[in-house]
């Protein structure tokens, strides 16, 4: 069936520090998506990455569609980019129902 | 102020009781969807629709129904036949490939 994985599963970083999120999904995908969720739940789209790269401030992904993942890039961590990363992924064209990873939750300590 | 907006933020159900959840958005987008989100997990989908008077099942529409009178606007009801309704449900919009959440209601069962 259609599977959307992401690691590591939680991660805790130094204020200041990198850090590389991976998604693998398990077939072709029409639409990626990248989102942080903040600790009041409220879900933010940082990228719509279907391939590809793109950045934007200190963030930046990297979709590798023929291999089945995406990779999203946080540098110079700040305690604010603490909460919870998904990945999401619509699998057929035209379809718009999106597929959640289960999510990478990182914490940045000052 | 553009945006997507739920109500409640908190909401409590009682056993054997429907309740409504309301979404409204002002951004002029054509699809709605809502998701529902358990602890530790990633979204799931309910139920989308892409344009007025049209819905579509997700894949956990079980106990649940929508409707879609108006553009802006697209209540979910948990009925008595939801038997596990406690969960953090997220509504969202889009207007092409990229979705926007609103902030999200809490429902828990007493």
């Known amino acids: 069936g259609i599977q959307v994985e992401q690691s590591p599963p939680d991660l805790i970083l130094q204020e200041g520090a990198n850090s590389t999120l991976r998604c693998n999904f398990s077939?072709?995908?029409?639409?990626l998506q990248w989102f942080h969720q903040n600790p009041w739940g409220q879900l933010i789209n940082l990228f719509y990455?279907?391939?590809g790269t793109k950045q934007n401030g200190r963030l930046s992904a990297t979709t590798v569609a023929t291999e089945r993942y995406s990779l999203l890039y946080i540098s110079s961590s700040q305690t604010t980019d603490s909460g919870v990363y998904f990945c999401?992924?619509?699998?057929?064209?035209?379809?718009?129902?999106?597929?959640f990873g289960t999510g990478t939750r990182l914490t940045v300590i000052p | 102020d553009g945006g997507i907006t739920q109500s409640p933020k908190y909401l409590f159900r009682k056993e054997g009781q429907n309740v409504t959840l309301s979404c409204e958005q002002n951004?002029?987008?054509?699809?709605m969807y809502w998701y529902r989100q358990d602890p530790g997990q990633g979204l799931r989908l309910i139920y989308y629709?892409?344009?007025?008077?049209?819905?579509q099942k997700g894949d956990i529409a079980e106990g649940y129904s929508v409707s879609r009178e108006k553009k802006e606007s697209f209540p979910l009801t948990v009925t008595s036949a939801q038997k596990n309704p406690t969960a953090f449900y997220l509504c969202?919009?889009?207007?092409?490939?990229?979705?926007?959440f609103g902030p999200g209601t809490r429902l828990l069962v007493l």
């Open positions: 990455i279907p391939s």
């Open positions: 969202a919009s889009s207007f092409g490939e990229t979705q926007y």
């Open positions: 951004l002029n987008h054509d699809a």
């Open positions: 999401a992924a619509t699998f057929q064209t035209g379809a718009n129902n999106l597929f």
């Open positions: 629709s892409q344009i007025v008077n049209d819905f």
């Open positions: 077939d072709s995908v029409n639409n």
